[in-house]
């Protein structure tokens, strides 16, 4: 008996059909790859307003500060006591794991700039919003929790910035955290400025908060909240740019909140996760949390006292 093999065609036209649904389902494998991971980060994000709301409750409502190195004697760094709020909050959580988000490549490692005693990359931030509109009074403090007064500059000058629980008019509707990855902000660095070499890390220096255009006057790196129609006044220096619907990270709408989509899908495809200071988390487009600052100021998320 003859055997009869598969001839040349018939060959590739078994290759040319194992291509097409290749091209068609590894697309679909990536996308649910990516949405299981934006799951984990929704669950980190909540379990980390959990802590803060438990760290609260404990201290008669008031949030801790996001930034404060007069708890160790005025140092920034290496502090054995608590100065950033990751640190506050951390005893509340257990698991230093949800401090990373897994869409985060830089999340849990160590800056080799820097070495160990600057701590972890972290993913994560909370709202620190010092309101850059109004200059002329120092920036008051209208975020949940800030830096101790720095100077003449910025907030109360001289007393921690950090709010109470009761001052919030609008729980559902204020940001109390929200992601902040490490990679993006080593990406922004100025690669000509010493800066480059700050992150978003869990024992040195002020970027694990979102704190406004005016923070940065500091050389501390990307905090501009969103704004959706792009009217916030910037004070970017020392940094370089202009805010526009396509500007690279932090000078687009979403500002120095982190996305997981890229800006070549569009600003409004771009999600990221946030926590509400009553407790509830959900992932949303940045630019929504602040539509118009200067012309809706009622809906900013990051004013707590608005």
């Given at each position: ?7 040349l ?7 040319a ?28 994000v909540k379990?980390m ?10 201290y ?19 502090s054995p ?7 506050f ?6 698991n ?15 800056n080799?700039n ?9 993913s994560?931030?909370?709202?620190g ?11 008051p403090f ?8 720095q ?8 007393a ?23 990679q ?10 010493w ?11 002020p ?10 006057q500091?050389g ?14 910037g ?11 396509t ?5 687009g709408p979403?500002?120095?909140?982190s996305t997981?989509?890229?800006s070549?899908?569009g ?18 487009n940045?630019?929504?949390?602040d539509?118009?600052?200067v012309?809706q100021?009622q ?8």
């Amino acid at each position: 008996m003859k055997l009869r093999g598969f001839t040349l065609i018939e060959l590739l036209v078994v290759i040319a059909i194992i291509a097409i649904l290749a091209a068609i389902l590894f697309p679909v494998f990536a996308q649910a790859k990516m949405a299981a991971k934006k799951t984990v980060e929704l669950s980190n994000v909540k379990q980390m307003s959990l802590g803060i709301i438990m760290y609260e409750n404990d201290y008669d409502d008031n949030y801790s500060t996001a930034f404060n190195p007069a708890n160790n004697g005025g140092s920034w760094a290496g502090s054995p006591n608590p100065i950033l709020w990751c640190q506050f909050v951390q005893p509340y959580t257990k698991n230093i794991n949800i401090f990373y988000g897994p869409t985060d490549s830089l999340g849990g490692v160590i800056n080799s700039n820097l070495g160990t005693w600057a701590g972890t990359g972290l993913s994560l931030a909370v709202n620190g919003w010092y309101d850059e509109l109004d200059w002329n009074n120092g920036c008051p403090f209208h975020g949940l929790m800030g830096m101790t007064g720095q100077g003449g500059w910025l907030g109360t000058k001289g007393a921690p910035d950090q709010a109470n629980e009761s001052q919030v008019t609008q729980p559902a509707a204020t940001v109390l955290l929200t992601e902040k990855h490490e990679q993006d902000i080593q990406a922004a660095q100025d690669p000509g400025s010493w800066i480059k070499y700050d992150g978003n890390l869990s024992n040195y220096w002020p970027l694990g908060f979102i704190g406004g255009g005016q923070v940065e006057q500091g050389g501390w790196g990307p905090h501009l909240i969103p704004d959706g129609n792009l009217l916030d006044p910037g004070f970017i220096q020392p940094w370089t740019g202009t805010r526009t619907p396509t500007a690279a990270y932090p000078f687009g709408p979403n500002g120095s909140v982190s996305t997981t989509a890229p800006s070549t899908a569009g600003q409004n495809n771009q999600t990221a996760c946030f926590a509400f200071v009553d407790g509830h988390a959900k992932a949303m487009n940045p630019a929504a949390t602040d539509p118009d600052m200067v012309g809706q100021p009622q809906n900013n998320m990051w004013d707590a006292l608005r």
